[in-house]
Structures are given as structure tokens and as C-alpha cells.
């Protein structure tokens, strides 16, 4: 029950160099809208393309915003879909985690995740598969710069409005797709095209048969102790439990507050298998590590075994879940 083998930390959403902005988020109700980057030219005509005009949201669904599709509601927020310096009107729509708060309709109650290349070769090269765990996070910035910060106390409103790094949603594997499927449940996701298997299985060819085009499908719940938590799922709002960047007093010492530098259990660094193993760290009150993040990767992969330290800490955080399911 809680041995969920590997424990991945997945960045995905918009950031700097894959959409040149951040998500925004309530910081009085935590209510948020991850924004799906933008499609690149050269996978337009491989891939499942979806306008971001074309994905339809909940209207007043974050204070003061009534627009019913992304595309508007990004302009409103004075926000682009930028990539390689080109603004692109599709949305790269992944992860999909089952019902989506924040989108008017369901289109895309399944649960799937696709990765291709280097990232997707890290994965497979420390073992991440059927059973796995990604927990998907993003950065995040406050839509309202003046007013009342409810949702994460210790961070103050002049840090708060230079963004933060959240953990947003959650995907326990049941199966993994290395290769085209037609007539699924997942037949819209973007990497299910036989053209995207194609190209990826090409390109990597030449450097790394682990880096193909692969898809990640939910199982349908998460623990096998007969609770019903979806194994999939994004959790309905933003808090202090799901909030990664450091608090005011744990990042003083350093002089410069930073979103990217997070304040972590030292379960999590110390059973690290990739990127954070190597980063500068410092080890401060109560068992956390300040850590700085503060390059690009995309996931960070966890060895915790029958660890029972992190089935607590993920079950707490599952506490905002338990009423919705």
C-alpha cells in the first residue's frame, strides 16, 4: 500500500522558456489555472494540437476574470504563449489528470502523461514505471498584487508577488505506452499520434532507444487499501501543505529570496536519485533542507522504497482531496 516504487517531481505548465510567463493563482482562495505551454513548429503536424482558444473555462472562476477560454483569458492577464521567441496559438494540453476544475467541460477525464527525449531516458534509466508516482508541479503568480495573502502564511505579500512554486496534481502509473494505440480513451492526448511515436522513435534512434515517445495512463486509484482516492487528480486548491518555495525565515540567512530555492523534508533529499543530489544545500530546523533549484530540469526522481516517512506527508496533503472524492 505504500510502496508506490518510484516518487517522481515533474515540472510541467508554463515558465520561462516554454510560454515566457507563469500560472496564475488566487493567493486568498487558492485557486489556480495551470497553463499548458505552447506547441513548438516542428511537432504542429505530429501531434494532437488543441487552440487555446479552444479549451473552454469555467467564466469567474478566478476573482475578476470573466473569460470563458484561455486564449482570452491570457490576453486579459497581458500573458503570451511564447516558445523559441515565436508566439504559437496551440496548446501542448499534458498532463491530463481526470477532472479538470477549472475547465468548463471534461475533455480530459483520463488520466496520461507523455515525455520524450532526455528526460523521458532519465526516467527509464532509474526505473520509473508501473507503479510509479509523479507528483506535477509549476510556478505560479498572484493575480492579485495588494490584497490578503490567505494561503500560505510565512511568505510575505512583497515575496509572494515574486511567484511561487507549487505542487498542483498527482499520477500513480498502471500502464506505460511505447508505441501508437488507436480507438483508447487517450486517443486525443498530443503524444498519441502515430506520427509522434515515428518521429521520436527516428530522432532518438540516433542517440538513446530509452528516450522514445512514451505515455504514461493512470491506474484508477491511487492506494490499494480500498479508499477511493482517483489515482489521478488535481489537487482543488493551492496551499501551504502543496507550496515548495522556501518561507521568509528559511531563506534570511541566504540574504536573497528566491522562489526556486525550496525548503525540503530530508526524506526528499536524501533519497534523491537525480538532479537535487548534486545541489547546493543547507540543512536547517526540524529535518528540512533549504535547496536550490534554480536551473532547468524537468524531473527529479525519488527512491524512498518501504520509506515511511513519505506515505504521511503525501497523505496530508491528500486532506483538501478527501472531501471531493
Known amino acids: 500500500m505504500r510502496n508506490f516504487g518510484k516518487v517522481i517531481l515533474s515540472r510541467k505548465g508554463f515558465d520561462s522558456s516554454a510560454g515566457g510567463d507563469y500560472s496564475p493563482f488566487d493567493p486568498q482562495t487558492g485557486k489556480y489555472i495551470v497553463l499548458p505551454i505552447p506547441v513548438a513548429d516542428k511537432e504542429l503536424d505530429i501531434c494532437n494540437p488543441l487552440k487555446y482558444e479552444d479549451i473552454q473555462i469555467q467564466r469567474d472562476y478566478l476573482p475578476g476574470y470573466s473569460e470563458t477560454n484561455l486564449k482570452s483569458l491570457m490576453k486579459a492577464m497581458e500573458k503570451k504563449a511564447t516558445i523559441n521567441g515565436e508566439e504559437s496559438e496551440y496548446a501542448h494540453f499534458d498532463p491530463w489528470l481526470g477532472h479538470c ?120 486509484f491511487l492506494f490499494n487499501d480500498g479508499s477511493n482516492f482517483p489515482g489521478c487528480g488535481y489537487f482543488p486548491r493551492l496551499n501551504e ?3 515548495l518555495s522556501a518561507s521568509d525565515s528559511a531563506q534570511e540567512q541566504q540574504g536573497k529570496w528566491r522562489p526556486s530555492r ?33 536551473w532547468r530540469w524537468q524531473e527529479a526522481v525519488f527512491d524512498f522504497g518501504e520509506s515511511e516517512d513519505f506515505y504521511p506527508w503525501f497523505r496530508k496533503r491528500l486532506e483538501s482531496v478527501a472531501d471531493n472524492v
Open 241 to 243: 501543505d502543496l507550496c
Open 101 to 220: 476544475p477549472w475547465l468548463e467541460e471534461g475533455n480530459h477525464q483520463i488520466g496520461a502523461f507523455g515525455q520524450v527525449g532526455i528526460p523521458q531516458a532519465q526516467l527509464h534509466n532509474q526505473g520509473v514505471g508501473e507503479g510509479s508516482l509523479f507528483l506535477f508541479f509549476s510556478r505560479f503568480t498572484t493575480i492579485d498584487k495588494n490584497g490578503e495573502n490567505k494561503i500560505v502564511p510565512g511568505i510575505s505579500r512583497e515575496n509572494l508577488n515574486k511567484d511561487l512554486y507549487f505542487i498542483y496534481g498527482w499520477l500513480k502509473v498502471k500502464k506505460v505506452i511505447r508505441e501508437h494505440v488507436d480507438d483508447c480513451l487517450w486517443s486525443r492526448h498530443p503524444h498519441n499520434t502515430k506520427k509522434y511515436f515515428d518521429y521520436y522513435a527516428k530522432i532518438e534512434n540516433a542517440k538513446s532507444e530509452n528516450g522514445k515517445n512514451t505515455i504514461y495512463i493512470a491506474d484508477e
Open 262 to 294: 525550496w525548503s525540503l523534508r530530508g526524506f526528499f533529499y536524501e533519497n534523491c536519485r537525480s538532479v537535487l543530489k548534486d545541489k547546493d544545500k543547507e540543512r536547517v530546523r526540524d529535518g528540512f533542507w533549504l535547496v536550490d533549484t534554480n
